[in-house]
């Protein structure tokens, strides 16, 4: 197997000899996709390349403050260019419209962090140990002697801010916060930075947090911690459905919870969104109902009304908990 | 004027020729006061010394998991050592009760980054520029040569974490990432870290915060958003008035919040706390309601009832705003 120094090396030179390259990230684009990808734009543009940025589901807020999202296209362009570099797609598939004519460059790279997934790509750099791909895009730039400048430096440290949840998660290692400090030191804001992704709030999101918390409920001896969000909450808030988002979070903040479920009300479905403080395994519980996600953070959509999905989450959940010690 | 670093070398000699020393911290210490106090005791343990950890409001929770700190006391003890190190306290006062008995100790030593206060202590490292007192005491001990280990790392990584808001404030500088990587290379584990001083609400505290934030409401054209609790809330969810704490900063999450106001009913009077985006010198209409604090975080108390407070915050804020841009 060759080395990831090695790969790195050749990604780099066939940087160097490409005139013009599109860097693509992956749908319902995240902190470290985005930021990944206009932090390599930027890199390659430095080095006088022509570069397309794409993304298929171009840059929501809050990322839209990051430079070089204006540049943003929701295609390639017509002329394909000789070389399509992926960043954190962990299969094609996940670059959803743009799958196919991407699979039909001439030369495609993937950078990933991704544990698991389906390959692609000639060439593939691909380290689980990275906390963000932003945190291996950092040591690209450095491999291409781009200089750091305060635009790239915001984009990579955005990259791994949001991935590590703000320094929070497991995965914020010695080598990313080291990282961290060199692109704060190369101009990235982490104080401007923080406001932009995570002090925007609408007043309807936060209204739609305040009910969600309004209502919190324990099952399993307290092991259980749950919150559930009607239509109507919707309607008295004014928030749409992408409000949701972080909210999960909060639930799991509290003490107790060994799992944290959050379930929202979707015509005659019902959302389930589970966290673990690491425990149970909630994937397992996702997917014995049709879902899926991570050990510690998974989902999944199961028939209404409410009641009955709150009580059949609730039984697979103290199932996985086990008898408590 | 000595250099900080000559300061720094003068307070390892003491340390290294006395045998036994007392550190303290302020009262209604914080995470940067009772990690840096136990970080420190830990490094002189190692030296040899005996040591006595003293915070006069003892280890309040979340900091409870901290190394070392079911030794902390109250009080110095009968025989007073002949080193004391006070951290991170910006006059003899803030050491409350506690201020006179160590005032007679033979050495004193004030390890401090507040720009501002009252001068104290033989020896004084006052470091503005540092995020911290743990970014500057984990260069104080290793100028002792004692090599981080988990619990020295856990301490003073907690102390920066906290002091910077998570990394998010505007003093989370290079240098404050670079000595928590060190840090976390040590053995310190940013999420176990992170869950034991942010995800450890009480189900009250959580309920208290929804009742909160499902009574947003705005003046002054939108760039005020203020939030009121009453004594029915208390009541109603169980929590105290110390719960209250974190509550104003999910309020300035708010995107157009130029200023976030908490109300809280305590008897006849209103608590008042602001915050503010930088716009508006929030310690000023503080000041004119009789209380203080810094020009983007202050507070007050006022008379009662709740509207007439609400209405009087409202009217000096907006004219700390002036008319919109």
């Known amino acids: 197997m060759k080395s990831k120094r090695e790969t790195m090396e050749k990604i780099a030179a066939l940087i160097r000899r490409s005139a013009s390259a599109a860097v693509l990230c992956h749908m319902h684009p995240d902190g470290d996709a985005l930021g990944s990808m206009l932090g390599l734009a930027l890199a390659l543009e430095r080095l006088g390349k022509r570069v397309h940025r794409v993304s ?9 403050f990051l430079p070089g999202s204006r540049a943003v296209r929701r295609r390639l362009p017509r ?3 000789p070389l399509a570099i992926v960043v954190d797609c962990d299969g094609l598939a996940r670059l959803g419209p743009l ?7 001439a030369h495609v790279v993937a950078i990933d962090h991704h544990a698991t997934g389906k390959a692609f790509g000639a060439l593939r750099w691909v380290d689980p140990s990275a906390a963000a791909v ?57 104080g401007a930075i923080y406001q932009q992704v995570y002090e925007t709030k609408s007043l309807a999101q936060a209204a739609l947090l305040g009910a969600a918390l309004s209502r919190l409920s324990t099952a399993d001896e307290g092991r259980i911690v749950l919150s559930a969000l009607t239509r109507a909450d919707f309607a008295a808030t004014g928030a749409n459905d992408s409000d949701t988002e972080g909210i999960i979070d909060q639930i799991r903040a509290v003490r107790q ?14 959302r389930c969104s589970m966290r673990s403080r690491g425990r149970a ?26 009641a009955r999905a709150r009580k059949q989450a609730i039984r697979l959940i103290a199932a996985e908990l086990g008898p408590r010690a």
């Open 56 to 64: 298929p589901d171009g840059v929501p807020p809050p990322y839209d």
């Open 79 to 81: 002329d394909l260019p």
């Open 99 to 105: 799958a196919r004519r991407t699979g039909q460059v």
């Open 134 to 190: 932003g945190a291996l895009l950092s040591e690209l730039v450095a491999a291409l002697g781009v200089p750091f400048d305060r635009e790239i430096a915001t984009c990579l440290y955005t990259a791994i801010l949001t991935d590590t949840g703000r320094f929070s998660y497991t995965n914020t290692t010695a080598r990313a916060l080291r990282i961290a400090a060199r692109l704060v030191q190369a101009g990235a804001d982490p």
């Open 257 to 270: 919870a060994e799992v944290a479920v959050l379930l929202v009300e979707r015509g005659g479905e019902v």
């Open 281 to 306: 395994d909630v994937a397992r519980v996702a997917e014995a109902l049709g879902g899926g996600g991570h050990p510690q953070a998974a989902g999944c959509t199961v028939a209404g009304p409410l």
